[in-house]
Nanobody, 119 residues
Framework: QVQLVESGGGLVQPGGSLRLSCAAS????????MGWYRQAPGNQRELVAT??????NYADSVKGRFTISRDNAKNTVYLQMNSLKAEDTAVYYC??????????????WGQGTQVTVSS
């Protein structure tokens, strides 16, 4: 009952910037946690950044370069990626933990968007 639509991926040169967006829609009361994960070919899916109403968490590899933010009015989470490196190349997945009712919270995933950093 919750759908996530990602956008903003693409090809960028090393040192460049990119901003990912993920808009949530459907039936839910709130989204306690929103975030981004990524998966490169042959690798495990790994956490990039997450955000609650009170805190943020970043992977060491992106700390200082990436910034996560959210617009509650639009039910949208963003990932601003600066100083991109070739190692950042991966499929990026939006993640949302949504509160469906007082007693129910569920995890949802976007379809993924490709980010390629190459010269």
């Amino acid at each position: 009952q919750v759908q996530l639509v990602e956008s903003g991926g693409g090809l960028v040169q090393p040192g460049g910037s990119l901003r990912l967006s993920c808009a949530a829609s459907g039936s839910f009361l709130s989204m306690p946690t929103m975030g981004w994960y990524r998966q490169a070919p042959g690798n495990q899916r790994e956490l990039v950044a997450t955000m609650t109403t009170t805190s943020t968490n970043y992977a060491d590899s992106v700390k200082g370069r990436f910034t996560i933010s959210r617009d509650n009015a639009k039910n949208t989470v963003y990932l601003q990626m600066n100083s991109l490196k070739a190692e950042d190349t991966a499929v990026y997945y939006c993640y949302v933990r949504a509160r469906r009712s007082v007693y129910v919270e569920l995890n949802y995933w976007g379809q993924g968007t490709q980010v390629t950093v190459s010269s």
